[in-house]
């Protein structure tokens, strides 16, 4: 299977991102697992799917290394805040995100179309 991802870190965290507004993912436990490892795939700190939300801009799930679910990651968020407005998913400068742990809001600094901060 391809899977068309980008790679992103924040502030110490790396993640492999993965739009599911354009391509859904059946078994996310399993590709964290095997794009995680550091010597043998892309080596990350795990998933972070970006998907559609009915109660926020766009919602984040997150999945570790070892495939078990994380409720939310503050480095890996700033980097779903900053692909949902680069690739047009979501384009207000105060971005809600739904995740595991509840709604949260992203203030967003884009600069010439791309957020910056």
Same mark, same amino acid.
């Given at each position: 299977?391809?899977?068309?991802?980008?790679?992103?870190?924040?502030?110490?965290?790396?993640?492999?991102?993965?739009?599911?507004?354009?391509?859904?993912?059946?078994?996310?436990?399993?590709?964290?697992?095997?794009?995680?490892?550091?010597?043998?795939?892309?080596?990350? +700190?795990?998933?972070?799917?970006?998907?559609?939300?009915?109660?926020?801009?766009?919602?984040?799930?997150?999945?570790?290394?070892?495939?078990?679910?994380?409720?939310?990651?503050?480095?890996?968020?700033?980097?779903?805040?900053?692909?949902?407005?680069?690739?047009?998913?979501?384009?207000?400068?105060?971005?809600?995100?739904?995740? +595991?742990?509840?709604?949260?809001?992203?203030?967003?600094?884009?600069?010439?179309?791309?957020?910056?901060?």
């Amino acid at each position: 299977m391809r899977l068309p991802f980008t790679k992103m870190h924040g502030i110490g965290n790396d993640y492999v991102y993965v739009n599911v507004f354009a391509h859904p993912v059946p078994d996310p436990a399993r590709v964290a697992q095997l794009v995680s490892p550091r010597r043998t795939a892309i080596g990350s +700190d795990g998933l972070i799917l970006i998907c559609p939300s009915k109660v926020a801009d766009v919602r984040m799930e997150m999945y570790n290394a070892d495939g078990s679910r994380g409720e939310m990651c503050g480095n890996g968020i700033r980097c779903v805040g900053k692909f949902a407005y680069d690739h047009g998913l979501a384009r207000r400068t105060e971005m809600r995100v739904e995740t +595991d742990a509840g709604i949260k809001l992203l203030h967003l600094e884009p600069v010439n179309g791309k957020v910056e901060r």
